[in-house]
């Protein structure tokens, strides 16, 4: 089964109609182990578009 990531980074090249088009995804959370930060997550495999 295929998941299909909705990806708000317009500057990434794997954004693809609003959908993530990466081979696969890792999510860090950065700086904190609280799951309640959010906007500190971020996706490892952005690339911006050439």
Do not use: W
């Amino acid at each position: 089964m295929m998941y299909r990531i909705n990806c708000f980074i317009e500057e990434c090249r794997f954004n693809n109609n609003m959908k993530c088009n990466a081979p696969r995804v890792q999510v860090k959370l950065g700086g904190t182990r609280s799951t309640r930060a959010a906007d500190r997550a971020f996706c490892q495999h952005f690339r911006p578009v050439p």
